[in-house]
């Protein structure tokens, strides 16, 4: 026997599906329990009971027999069926019970199940369409006929009518037709939505793995920024001691020096009232056998050391000197801290002069960068920027933390960044920004600007000083911009991964900009 013809056989006549614990009645007539309890359910109080499938009557509610057998067979055949979905709208004709419909006759106005569709009419004006509760909707509103087109022109659905009537000489399309056509709009819109969905989720996993990177750097920075701080805490103490020691030590010193001159007074008053009284004596012998009349008389040994001493400390730095042992400390506390992370200062960027475009100048030092109005005439070289007034550092940078600062106060037209060594030399594609082997920023008309990959973000902030930081960490794929005003603003990072060394570069239109010692 065929599949279909099996499913046939094992279908309960209530719900259309395969018999689910089936049980009959005494007319031999199988059904699904939960589908028969509620036909006669249904039945109840209306003075007597019948079987949906041959109408037998019984006068009181049937007892219903289980059928091992025939549940047996179902259950063997369900596993390998499609489940049928059902759409919720009932047949039409069935009104002993809800009998779910399969189809849907638009001239009729029915909804009809498997049994009532073979005995339906088969001819043209009796549409078929998906079960729907709607019927009304698929019809004209004012002729009250199936929708059969689609008029473009005015871009609504119409009946035959209609298009004799207010449609007419419009263009039209059968509702295939503009259903495909929207489909077909609707796979570029679809795909276009994968597109994006996908680019999303590479979006996403990209942040998933940073985030994995940043937790795993944010656990390691959690223990060197608590040793860090404990190790700072210590230093301050250290220096706060040595900081107090120099202010109380400077009225030690001068204290120490006032008790060293009273002793040398009471040592002069003591030669002076000697002398004061051999000057009085009458007895010349006795004053010529004095013996130490030489000691007596040098009175000059330690002046000019006293005096320097004196002067010394009347001039003492004070505040000066406290600030110097500040400043010592602080520094070496700032070393510290770029120890414990490992931060790897720019110590010496000098200028590469065989990459400077033939309208700048370089300085001796090979630290500032000029613009000219006249051609520098530059010797030809392989790494020189033909067509831009700009210029790179002869220092790469393949791994660490860097950065460094630039005084931009000579000009108002400027651009600093960092650039792969594989840089265009000539053409718009060697200009700092205009190209994926750079990043940079400018200012423009007093506006910071940032461009990668000839795409430009105007920054919300204005400049507010001369001197902007360029910060580099290699492995994290991160380039930084930060102006140093008070306090330090920072304006942009670029994240990527790098795959060259790193050189720093600069552009500069008019006046000119120089590059600061990198800092440790």
């Not at 609707?186 to 276009?192: A, D, T, W």
């Not at 002069?353 to 500032?368: C, E, F, M």
């Not at 660490?400 to 840089?423: A, K, M, N, Q, T």
Request: aromatic fraction near 6%; hydrophobic fraction near 30%; proline fraction near 3%.
């Amino acid at each position: 026997m065929a599949s279909g013809d099996l499913r046939a056989e094992l279908e309960c006549s209530v719900c259309l599906d395969i018999y689910t614990d089936p049980v009959n009645l005494n007319c031999g007539h199988n059904f699904c329990q939960v589908c028969i309890d509620h036909v006669l359910d249904i039945q109840e109080g209306s003075g007597g009971y019948s079987c949906p499938e041959c109408r037998k009557r019984f006068r009181s509610r049937p007892v219903l027999h289980r059928n091992i057998a025939l549940r047996n067979i179902a259950e063997t055949f369900l596993p390998a069926q499609p489940d049928r979905e059902e759409s919720g709208v009932f047949c039409t004709h069935c009104v002993d019970y809800p009998v779910p419909a399969v189809r849907s006759c638009l001239l009729c106005e029915v909804s009809l199940c498997d049994k009532h569709l073979r005995v339906h009419k088969k001819s043209p004006e009796h549409i078929l369409c998906d079960p729907t509760m709607s019927i009304e909707s698929r019809k004209c509103s004012v002729h009250k006929e199936v929708l059969k087109y689609f008029c473009t022109e005015d871009e609504t659905y119409i009946c035959i009518s209609c298009m004799i009537g207010g449609h007419k000489g419009h263009e039209m399309k059968s509702l295939d037709e503009a259903s495909e056509k929207k489909k077909e709009t609707l796979r570029n819109v679809l795909q276009k939505l994968l597109t994006k969905r996908e680019q999303t989720e590479e979006r996403v996993q990209s942040l998933q793995e940073h985030r994995r990177k940043v937790e795993e750097e944010a656990a390691g920075d959690t223990k060197r920024v608590t040793a860090l701080f404990r190790e700072l805490r210590r230093r301050l103490e250290d220096l706060e001691k040595r900081v107090l020691r120099e202010i109380s030590g400077r009225a030690e010193r001068i204290s120490i020096s006032i008790r060293d001159l009273e002793i040398k007074k009471e040592e002069l008053s003591r030669k002076l009232r000697h002398i004061e009284e051999l000057c009085n004596m009458t007895d010349p012998l006795t004053v010529l056998q004095e013996s130490d009349t030489g000691d007596l008389c040098d009175t000059e040994d330690g002046d000019n050391e006293d005096r320097e001493r004196h002067e010394e400390l009347l001039h003492d730095g004070g505040g000066l000197d406290v600030a110097g042992v500040l400043h010592t400390g602080l520094s070496d506390i700032i070393t510290e801290v770029n120890v414990y992370f490992y931060i790897q200062g720019a110590a010496d960027i000098l200028l590469d002069g065989n990459t400077a475009g033939n309208y700048l100048q370089i300085s001796d030092d090979r630290k500032t960068v000029s613009r000219s109005h006249r051609n520098q005439n530059h010797p030809e070289t392989p790494e020189r920027f033909q067509d831009y007034s700009q210029v790179l550092s002869s220092q790469s940078f393949s791994s660490g933390r860097h950065y460094w600062e630039v005084d931009v106060g000579g000009s108002d037209l400027w651009r600093v960044g960092i650039c792969y060594p594989s840089i265009e030399r000539g053409g718009k594609e060697s200009e700092i920004g205009y190209n994926k082997k750079s990043w940079g920023l400018d200012r423009e008309w007093d506006q910071y600007r940032v461009i990668h990959d000839k795409k430009w973000i105007h920054l919300p902030t204005n400049p507010s000083s001369n001197r902007v930081r360029i910060y580099l960490d290699y492995e994290a794929g991160r380039i930084s911009f930060y102006d140093l005003c008070d306090p330090i603003r920072h304006l942009h990072t670029f994240t990527t991964s790098f795959t060259e060394p790193l050189h720093a570069g600069l552009w500069v239109c008019d006046g000119c900009i120089k590059i600061c010692r990198g800092r440790r």
